[in-house]
């Protein structure tokens, strides 16, 4: 799992989220109030719902577009689970949190791979797009 992790607040505009991004060179962000998390927010999110729907995006706040239902596993799962919830969600990136639901980090494909090329390319093929 990557440990280090940046965040947003739900009040930041969506504009300071997408310098954040591009700052970071990232394309989702959790989003944490109260160290709790909330939600996600995606480079899609901020495109596709705000800007697609013509919101200004200077004004328009995380909250109003962010996905509030976000997959997570526990740090202290076996990382074999949290690949088959990957694949059960068909996510790439799953939040990851202490049992007392703070952030510990989030588990990636890439990390995945670090630890078996064979969960890894499992969760790749079941996340696919279909066309």
Same mark, same amino acid.
């Given at each position: 799992?990557?440990?280090? %992790?940046?965040?947003?607040?739900?009040?930041?505009?969506?504009?300071?989220?997408? $310098?954040?991004?591009?700052?970071?060179?990232?394309?989702?962000?959790?989003?944490?109030?109260?160290?709790?998390?909330?939600?996600?927010?995606?480079?899609?999110?901020?495109?596709? $719902?705000?800007?697609?729907?013509?919101?200004?995006?200077?004004?328009?706040?995380?909250?109003?577009?962010?996905?509030?239902?976000?997959?997570?596993?526990?740090?202290?799962?076996?990382?074999?689970?949290?690949?088959?919830?990957?694949?059960?969600?068909?996510?790439?990136?799953?939040?990851?949190?202490? $049992?007392?639901?703070? %952030?510990?980090?989030?588990?990636?494909?890439?990390?995945?791979?670090?630890?078996?090329?064979?969960?890894?390319?499992?969760?790749?093929?079941?996340?696919?797009?279909?066309?």
């Amino acid at each position: 799992m990557t440990a280090r %992790m940046e965040s947003v607040n739900p009040e930041l505009s969506l504009q300071e989220t997408a $310098r954040k991004m591009r700052d970071l060179n990232i394309g989702s962000l959790p989003v944490l109030e109260n160290g709790q998390l909330i939600g996600m927010i995606t480079d899609r999110d901020i495109c596709c $719902r705000a800007v697609g729907d013509g919101r200004d995006i200077a004004m328009t706040k995380v909250r109003e577009i962010m996905s509030g239902d976000v997959t997570y596993c526990y740090n202290d799962q076996d990382v074999a689970d949290a690949a088959h919830l990957m694949e059960d969600k068909h996510v790439r990136r799953l939040a990851v949190l202490n $049992r007392d639901k703070t %952030m510990a980090g989030f588990l990636s494909v890439d990390d995945l791979a670090q630890y078996s090329h064979e969960l890894a390319c499992e969760v790749l093929e079941a996340v696919k797009p279909t066309h």
